[in-house]
């Protein structure tokens, strides 16, 4: 047996949920460089330009405030984005010192192409849960999510849980190129991010101790 399938010795770290994200992270990243093998961007790629697609136009500090990405990363990743020519940086027509950022042509049709690596990479990494197992696995996770980031509030409610449930194989919808709502993730508008920023903040100050 070599030595990469030998059991690992009991720990006290597997007690941890937090190790085993950790490892899950790892295990994740390693699949999905198996899975878009030669494609040089990654998911940070995917969610900038994912974000410009939903709200765009937007400056880059609208979109590192939102994704919660130093501002330093996202130059970084607008200019490989750029450079694929994904996006475009134009004149803010409010003000012609700034720029703001937009999705191309070329950027829609990215995201509709990568839409089946992303759900092949999914179904590849849980491939042992079955669809209720999984869906409780989603639940949790965004319950743990929008306990700490009021970002994620609206996503873990019973309604929305509901009405994310992948579809069956009878029933899965194959977007067209240009349909922008179903090449990119369920991304909160402006207004329901701030109402979610403001409820997350007045529950925390009602928990706050005397």
């Known amino acids: 047996m070599e030595d990469q399938d030998r059991p690992l010795p009991r720990d006290p770290l597997f007690e941890m949920p937090t190790y085993l994200l950790f490892e899950l992270g790892r295990l ?23 974000c410009v697609a939903a709200d765009g136009p937007l400056s880059q500090r609208e979109v590192s405030e939102r994704l919660r990405l130093d ?25 012609r010192r700034r720029y703001r950022l937009d999705v191309t042509e070329a950027g829609r049709l990215f995201l509709a192409r990568t839409r089946e690596n992303r759900a092949r990479l999914n179904e590849t990494q849980f491939a ?21 980031d009021a970002r994620f509030a609206q996503a873990a409610t019973p309604q929305a ?3 994310t449930t992948t579809p069956s194989p009878e029933t899965r919808h194959t ?36």
Not at 30 to 50: I, K, Q, W, Y
Not at 179 to 196: M, V
């Open 128 to 148: 042992p849960l079955s669809p209720a197992e999984l869906e409780t696995l989603r639940g949790l996770i965004l319950r743990i999510l929008a306990h700490n």
């Open 161 to 163: 849980a509901h009405a």
């Open 71 to 95: 501002p330093g990363d996202v130059v970084g990743l607008v200019d490989a984005l750029e450079e694929a020519g994904y996006v475009e940086r134009r004149r803010d027509p409010g003000d």
């Open 28 to 50: 994740v990243r390693r699949t999905a460089h198996e899975v878009f093998s030669g494609e040089p961007l990654r998911m940070a790629h995917a969610l900038v330009l994912a």
């Open 175 to 210: 977007p067209a190129a240009g349909d922008a709502a179903a090449e990119i993730p369920d991304l909160p508008s402006h207004a329901e991010r701030a109402g979610a920023e403001r409820a997350g903040g007045s529950a925390r100050t009602r928990r706050r101790p005397d």
